[in-house]
């Protein structure tokens, strides 16, 4: 991996023969904060959401993420979103359908398509915008990681903008996550602590 100082979500993302989408979740293991995947949302008229490893990404800046694979050997990765079916039984009232008023007519053992998203096992989807709290309310928004370009671990969330001390970058480390759910970060400091964490200078790359 030539350079990985900071990987981003909503970033455009190149593959050795051209552009090909841009990056729309990262996959982290929890237990070990290493980061394990990318989703890459491939471009054109029916975009669809690719899960490439780690090990396929030879750089990545504030403003591109580089694989090694080609165009053609991304398409061929496992989708993230998948859609599952499932059968739903509603029961009858006096043989007659459940009606939601004014207009729906619930009907007995309909399926409906639920999607999904191909997370592998023990490991959590993050990605920018992610709400962020502490342990006294909400802090800001994650907008994007530092990864320790050695070892692959993220190292720290950081909050760029809209958060509640200004201008400035707040890094977060990954110890202080208490748990995630679908759309928020829980870390495990007030906010007096997070203003008081040690100050990161972040390098950001411009090409």
Known sequence: METMEEIRTNTRVDCSDGACGHSIYLIMNPLTD?????????GGLFP????????EVVSATAEAIKLRCTKAQLNK??????????RMEI???HSMP?????YVTAME??????EQMNVP????AVRRGM???????????????LVDPKSGHITHLVLREGHLWGQKDICIPVTAIGEMDEDVVHIKLSRQEIEALPHIRIRRRTG
Request: net charge negative; proline share 8%; hydrophobic share 40%.
């Open 34 to 42: 290493q980061l394990t995947h990318v989703v890459v949302q491939t």
């Open 48 to 55: 669809e959401d690719r899960l490439v490893p780690l090990s």
């Open 77 to 86: 990765m496992p989708h993230f979103r998948y859609v599952e079916y499932t």
């Open 91 to 93: 029961p009858h009232m």
């Open 121 to 124: 096992p023990n490991e959590l």
């Open 131 to 145: 709400r962020v709290e502490a342990k006294d309310g909400a802090v800001g928004r994650v907008d994007e990681f």
């Open 109 to 114: 053992d309909e399926t409906y398509a639920v």
């Open 98 to 102: 459940l009606v939601g008023w004014p």
